[in-house]
């Protein structure tokens, strides 16, 4: 009992000695998701706990959000926070007009969606777009690390992972969702819509490749559908072409192509029996 007790002091103390002189300057996690809570909140009452708030209040938040992400930056970008959320705060018009139209993107997509409101309140693809247009002008602004972290709240809650890199256009659809992956370098048009499990990543994972152009670019009106990879830097779909579901591919297509993967469905009363190959998988 008492080597236990000898061994955990000692375990104890070397974590003390790499935390005393090991400063992440981080923020914290739980920091940064109250951050993002309030700021969706603010921009919409669907997401709000306080849904009718007057414009007096709404603008007590707006410069309490500034502040909370001034301190958030801080540890990270030093003296230049101040600008950082100034920025922010004055690039809000223009993210909430987008999120509006991908709200009203989705809703027009899905047949299930009752309603603008229900797509805004409920909708994983919502949640994930939001968090990644914030994200992304905050990554726009220089600030290391936050927008990941912010990426990560938006990946935690919906399965949907965008790095905030990535360069997306006006109304984006997300339908479902879960699984969907998007590199750091990926450039996405106007009006396309991803389905679940779609992965736009790169060739290489090599860590000489950074800042490189490593991930695919979406042309305007693309459908991707369930699962389909469309993979490296020089890849382009073109305009108002369809990828269809499990594609796998590395090479661009041309606008208006449809590209897709052909199958063999085989289909056998049970009464006729079976063969060794139908046990293979």
């Known amino acids: 009992m008492d080597d236990t007790h000898d061994r955990e002091h000692a375990f104890a103390a070397d974590l003390a000695k790499d935390r005393s002189r090991y400063e992440t300057g981080l923020p914290l996690k739980r920091d940064v998701a109250a951050f993002c809570d309030a700021l969706l909140g603010l921009l919409f009452a669907q997401l709000s706990d306080d849904g009718d708030a007057t414009s007096v209040e709404l603008q007590a938040r707006l410069t309490l959000v500034r ?19 100034t920025a922010v705060g004055a690039a809000l018009p223009d993210i909430r007009a987008a999120l509006l139209l991908d709200a009203d993107a989705i809703w027009a997509g899905d047949p299930a969606a009752e309603s603008v409101d229900e797509v805004i309140a409920a909708y994983p693809g919502f949640l994930a777009i939001a968090i990644h247009r914030i994200a992304h002008e905050i990554h726009r602004q220089g600030v ?12 935690t809650r919906t399965g949907i992972d965008i790095h905030p890199g990535a360069s997306i256009g006006r109304s984006f659809c997300i339908d479902h969702g879960t699984g969907i992956v998007i590199g750091e370098t990926t450039v996405i048009g106007d009006d396309v819509k991803l389905y679940q499990g779609v992965t736009l990543g790169a060739l290489s994972v090599a860590k000489s490749a950074a800042g490189a152009k490593r991930h695919p670019t979406i042309g305007d009106r693309v459908v991707l559908y369930a699962n389909a990879t469309v993979l490296g830097g020089d890849t382009v779909v073109g305009d ?12 661009s297509v041309p606008p208006n192509s449809t590209v897709y993967q052909a199958s063999q469905v085989r289909v056998r009363r ?9 046990f293979v998988i």
């Open 240 to 251: 108002d072409s369809i990828v269809g579901g499990n594609v796998f591919l590395t090479s």
């Open 144 to 155: 290391p690390i936050l927008p990941r972290l912010l990426a990560e709240v938006a990946h």
């Open 67 to 85: 502040h909370e992400l001034r301190q958030l930056a801080e540890p990270l970008v030093g003296d230049e926070a101040p600008r950082v959320a």
């Open 270 to 278: 049970v009464r006729d029996g079976f063969e060794d190959s139908d």
